[in-house]
């Protein structure tokens, strides 16, 4: 298996091609692509069985030259159990969204596990519309899962979530167009920056930062009060048409394109577009007020057939080897503690790198907003959205 991986790994595994080919707006006709190259029907079909996987865009190894992902093709060789992998996720609520009544009802969602961001997962949780894992038929997750990410308030023991990637949110630039730089939140309104920035469409990520700008404990105790007065700063900032846009994953594309020039971001995908470019034109930030962490972690839903197929592979992904050639690609905090010194045999430097294992400074600077209730999550969600225009 690890021989299939490098094999397939050394026929040119980058994101540049993926990103030419697919352009501006195409990464749903890649998803397709690729999951045309698997088998379509219901979880549980064929002999050693079907997964239908939903993911974010360019949150797995890609190569270019054969237009598949390497170590998922090697689970398929190794195991028999085929894969749809489809790339539907940009942003967490609309996700949602889509499948709010096939999850309500207990019906066929059409995937058979997604990696959503816990902070959109601890209400499926709630409303009892995931499956629970069996930690049993995963030994790698129990062995080799870090601490960072193994304990959470809604799901303490991973029973119904199981980490797939980490990161921050910070800052980018593009330090050919902006090159005096930014380094906290409010950097953001410069007039020269008018019409120039991005805001994440994921009200988590925004708010929170700018209420870290604001010197809010986010981890401590808030409430409303410092929820609006960091809206009333999203809403100014909008009227005075300082924002170019509020997207989810695909911001990158403004940045590609330099509608953008400054803005809010997840850290591995600067690296992305960078890499994409062949030089470090943008510059990931972390804030002077700090930078927000978050969980994207692997989920089913309730009453699926493929459930012994997922569980195999979520663990293949926990195997050190594999978890580096995915880390190596996507460049996140991989939740896998065995992947930084299987990095060393792909890529010394990566295995250095802050921004995917995180030494003490970086950890210091990165925060965790508390949890918040139903209520509070529906109630500050529509007030966001209403900002937005929505």
């Not at 549980?44 to 360019?58: D, K, Q, S």
């Not at 159990?81 to 309500?104: G, T």
């Not at 050190?320 to 503690?337: F, G, I, N």
Request: aromatic residues 10%.
């Amino acid at each position: 298996m690890r021989q299939l991986v490098q094999h397939a790994r050394a026929a040119s595994l980058s994101r540049r091609g993926l990103l030419k080919s697919i352009g501006v707006g195409g990464a749903a006709a890649g998803a397709a692509s690729l999951a045309a190259c698997s088998p379509s029907g219901g979880g549980g079909g064929g002999a050693a069985g079907h997964v239908r996987w939903a993911n974010w865009t360019y949150y797995l190894d890609f190569d270019d030259a054969t237009g598949t992902n390497p170590t998922l093709e090697a689970f398929q060789e190794d195991t028999g159990i085929s894969v749809d992998y489809f790339e539907d996720i940009d942003d967490n609520k609309m996700f949602i969204a889509k499948i709010r009544d096939q999850l309500q009802l207990g019906q066929d969602t059409g995937y058979d596990t997604f990696c959503l961001t816990d902070s959109t997962l601890v209400r499926l949780v709630e409303q009892d519309q995931l499956g629970e894992f069996d930690r049993s038929l995963m030994p790698n997750v129990n062995e080799q899962m870090i601490e960072m990410v193994s304990h959470v308030g809604f799901d303490p023991n991973r029973q119904w979530t199981i980490p797939y990637q980490a990161g921050m949110t910070g800052l980018v630039y593009n330090t050919k167009l902006y090159p005096k730089g930014i380094s906290r939140i409010s950097d953001l309104w410069d007039p020269e920056l008018q019409g120039k920035v991005s805001l994440l469409s994921e009200q988590a990520d925004t708010i929170s930062l700018i209420m870290l700008d604001n010197g809010i404990d986010i981890s401590g105790e808030w409430g409303d009060d410092e929820f609006f007065a960091a809206l009333e700063v999203v809403e100014e900032q909008l009227a005075n048409n300082q924002v170019y846009t509020v997207k989810g994953n695909s911001y990158t594309q403004d940045l590609q394109t330099e509608a953008v020039w400054a803005g809010m971001a997840w850290s591995g995908d600067v690296t992305m577009i960078n890499d994409e470019a062949g030089e470090e034109i943008w510059k990931f930030v972390v804030p002077e007020g700090g930078a927000t962490q978050f969980i994207d972690s692997f989920a089913m839903p309730v009453g699926i057939e493929a459930y012994d197929q997922v569980h195999e592979l979520i663990n293949y992904y926990y195997q050190p080897d594999v978890a580096a050639e995915v880390a190596a690609y996507v460049q996140y905090v991989t939740p896998v503690a065995g992947a930084q010194e299987a990095m060393l045999d792909i890529d010394p430097e990566l295995a250095d790198d802050p921004l995917i294992f995180p030494d003490d400074a970086m950890a210091a600077l990165v925060f965790d907003s508390r949890p918040l209730t139903s209520e509070e999550d529906n109630r500050y969600s529509q007030a966001y959205q209403r900002v937005l225009g929505n």
